[in-house]
């Protein structure tokens, strides 16, 4: 009798033996070798290594900003060199939110409208997306300031405005550069309880590079890259 195996979701990211390269000849630089990974729906990840080691740039080449000079990248299912610009800009759009060390905001814009402007340029009208910007706001506890600036917020707020415009649009994954290294240790922290529950409640899937002991302590997969190559892949109970 033949057992009928359960269908298995296709990972978000897939790495093989990806690699990426600045430049050629002796002059190369290697900032990534033989990465092979995969990332899932719902993980939250931290990224670690110490400075170069290539946490940007595997966060560009798992977000498809940048491509692999060697192996392959597939998100949702997609080889990333089979993709002209275009169609890898229509799928960051669709399925990837980006959470930035400087937060990244339009100073003359709005709280409300720098959390709109990703719906914005998806096609979504101002009134159809309302709702769902007031309700991003409110999660992130800053619902009663939706018409400030952001020179009128702490950064700590700039940040939680940076991470209600990361998932307005529900993407499936968000990559977060050093989200709290421009913030104090209280502040980071509030930033990092923050993520984890939008990991919990939204089940949006996190890869966030970062120095933050805390973070990485705190979060449920591990990734270590150093000199290019990943060298620490782990999963907390």
Do not use: W
Request: with cysteine.
């Amino acid at each position: 009798m033949t057992t009928l195996q359960t269908a298995q979701p296709l990972p978000i990211v897939s790495m093989q033996q990806a690699g990426k390269q600045f430049g050629n000849g002796p002059g190369a630089i290697v900032a990534l070798a033989n990465i092979t990974t995969e990332i899932h729906d719902g993980e939250f990840i931290a990224l670690c290594g110490p400075s170069g080691s290539g946490k940007s740039t595997l966060l560009n080449l798992m977000a498809g900003i940048d491509y692999p000079t060697s192996g392959q990248v597939y998100l949702l299912g997609n080889d990333l060199s089979l993709l002209n610009d275009q169609q890898t800009a229509r799928l960051r759009a669709d399925a990837i939110g980006f959470v930035f060390q400087f937060f990244n905001l339009l100073p003359v814009l709005s709280v409300f409208d720098n959390v709109y402007y990703p719906l914005m340029l998806n096609g979504f009208s101002r009134r159809v997306a309302q709702q769902r910007v007031m309700e991003m706001l409110e999660r992130v506890g800053l619902a009663a300031h939706y018409q400030r600036i952001p020179s009128e917020l702490s950064g700590g707020q700039q940040q939680r405005v940076a991470i209600a415009r990361a998932l307005v649009k529900r993407p499936r994954l968000v990559v977060a550069d050093e989200p709290t290294g421009n913030l104090d240790s209280r502040t980071g922290q509030e930033i990092i309880d923050l993520l984890l529950t939008m990991n919990q409640q939204l089940k949006t899937t996190f890869v966030i590079s970062t120095h933050s002991l805390a973070l990485r302590d705190q979060a449920k997969r591990v990734l270590e890259i150093r000199d290019g190559k990943l060298e620490y892949d782990s999963v907390s109970v």
